[in-house]
């Protein structure tokens, strides 16, 4: 009877293929349970940097380019970003759309990893063995907690393991089979990595290492091998065409991540010093594997493997010191040390960052699996208790994704043991507000600050499939306020505090379209009580989630708090088709300490294919930025390659003033770049050649403490250009042999000056007025507090000395007088029941000597 069980149950081992498909089969859809199971709801929420992945999936699709380099990762990743379009194109821009594919990437690299053991396997174990290393393998991810946790992100990460398991198989597989079809297929598999996650930077490594441990003695020799090999080489830098230009043209992006993080930043650098800090994140990559796990991401705590799969790991330490000869365990080994790099290298967090070693976690599971594996090939001369191991095996397995499922999913029903705010990325909150505005059918006011955020920003283009300004082109107000009542939303922030958003602009969702309103529109008042009645919560999972407060609002109501400023015009162009049409200033003097925010109205010549940084610089009078702001217009919410031709962008910027500022005139400059690029975007003229990089505007003054005409002065009015006056002057020191003519002036503004007018002061004997005996020409206070800012009425003190040599005592009078330092030209003159000749005026007389 034993005997007939045991050759019934030999028709079920794995050395028949269709039984180990049938179980990896089985294995699939145990992972593909844990991941897709809630998908939706469990993680609840988005993260920022998957709904930004999304927005550039949505490129291709409504705005009809192709982007290749992810600028705000730094790092050229397309193989997520146009997966992720062929996913929001079924979907729609949702959570599903980005998590299921996170989740498909996930369960397929499942199979990859399978079909890359086996295939490493050949020639060093028996088929059973390589085939039961491969499926404890898979299992061990498939039940891993952390791997379901991760793969429901909707992040770029999940590229990564199904591609770089490929890519070592195809390469394994051409060392073996020698075919150069199969050659070409390991280049291009290994070029394809390169376009996945940054991580994949550090493969080639791995895949060198691979090559030289799976290729024969003497292969040199072997000239289909190297043929092969210079098939392989050629098919990957065919493949890296791309990228190579790409960073040949922009190296600095190359290097524009790793340049962010370090593990000198490591919290515990300062304390540990360097070798202190790799031995502590050494001891948490332990910790990780199989008892505790504090990352970023893993918000649930757990470590990467079950308690059966980390004891198989560590029986994998043991098994691979056994066979230290065979190159399958050193492989294994040479991928977990390969793989770590990128997270301990650059780790800046005390914890093992999640998606930094995501690619370890096929070689950890792959040594959990040669470790039981190993064992089970080991007791192999005794049947029956090899069969009596087996047995438990599966029983073990099944009783470890019975309670890995019931942990994983009873967590979903209390989710006290994760934390949605701060530094989860999770914006749950967010999340809610969206879906709330995607499916109300009313019309909706946002605060622009929160639908900048890119999980709103992303979710509500499921509604918005179009974002205008609600500006025309001459500057009007479209009538997009049409509704009788408009709901405004405030949301909480993640942390549930309370709203602290930016209460000056807003975002009006009617329609399908998200109308930008313009700045300046204070709805403070019309806030609504943010107390317990104007609470609103989520749906679903999120039903005891405060998401904000809502009001209704009254359209005349918020078209009254448009507040019209006063416009400087300008026309100026970007080579790229952006024309700055005017500027205005949200109040007219800087103030040391205090923000000052300026209006730049723009408009777009053509439609654009590129996100542009904008740059607005306080420059000081001799040019020198002394405040700045480099940043995406309208805090990205608005971004530049969704402007249209035929609108008015109003975008503000608010610089931080210094408390040092001292008084004076300043101006400003601005220009652009792209985020890869930090080369200036020229300027052009209507002709349309380039005549700079940036565009001047201004000027601005910090004004002057007030000061009155002094009892000591000698007051006088002498009229300038109708834009200034001369009210009084004091003599300080007549001339000498050794010291020249001091005068105190004392200006007065009639209105801003048109120039910064150059003064010109004549020193001349009394009634022979064209003789010049001294002469000085000045810019009037020396340019720091040109006439150009003075208000009307406002005082301002000069002081002017006239040298003039060898003065022989007698009457001499002093004239003045404006003239244009661009055209050379006097000004007119009025100087009441003063004398005036050639575009002078006679300021003053004075007798020297006796």
Known sequence: MNTMAANALSKFTLRRSSVALAVMALLMLFAAFMQLYLLNAYPPGLDPDAAAYGLNSLKPLRYGFLPFYDYNNGSAEPVFIYSASLSILVFGPTRFALKLLSAFFGITSLAMLYACLCELGRGEFKTETRRSIALLAAAALATSQVVAFLFRFGMRFSTSNVFQMAAVWALARAVRTGKRSAWVVAGCLAALTQYTYLSSRVLPLLLLLVLLLKLPARWWKNKLIVAGAAAFLLAVLAGLVPQIVWYARYPATFLSRTSQTGITQNPLYSELGLAGTLLDKLHKYWLALGWVWNGQYNQIKEPLLAPLFFYGFLAGLVVSLVYFRRRFPLILLCGIAVMILPDLLAGDRDWPHETRIIGVFPFVAALAGLGIGGVLDWLSPWRNLKLAAVVMLCAAIGFTMQAQVAEFFGAEKNLGRMHWGGNTQLRRVDSGVAELIVNGGQSYLLPLSNYADSVIKYLTSKRALQVRSAVDAQGGLLPVLR?????????????????????????????????????????????????????????????NVQLGHVGRVDPQQVLQRLAPAALLPQAACFSNGICLKAVSYHRPLLEPGAPFAVDLH???????????????????????????????????????????????????TELDVPDSLGPGAYSFELGMYLPYDFERVPTVGVDNTVNGDRILFGPVKVPRPAVKLPADSVPVKIRLAGELELIGYRVDALPTASRPLQLTLWWRGVQPATEDWTAFFHLTPLGQDAELLGQMDQAITGHAYPPTVWSAGEVVVDSVQLSAANLQAGRYAVWMGLYSPLTQIRVAVEAGVGVVSEGRARLLEFQLGP
Do not use: C
Not at 521 to 534: H, I, K, Q
């Open 483 to 543: 509704q009788g009542v408009v709901t405004l939303v405030l949301p909480l922030e993640d942390d549930e505090q309370p709203w602290r958003g930016n209460p000056l602009q807003w975002v009006l969702f009617e329609g399908g379209t998200a109308y930008i309103l313009p700045p300046r529109m204070d709805l403070t008042d019309l806030f609504p009580g943010l107390d317990g009645s104007s609470l609103i919560f989520g749906k679903g999972i999120d039903d």
């Open 602 to 652: 723009w408009t777009v010549e053509h439609p654009l294919a590129d996100d542009f940084i904008v740059f607005v610089h306080l420059l000081d009078r001799d040019g020198k930025a002394v405040a700045g702001v480099n940043a995406y217009p309208l805090e990205h919410a608005y971004r530049t390659y969704e402007w249209q031709p035929g609108e008015t962008i109003i975008s503000s």
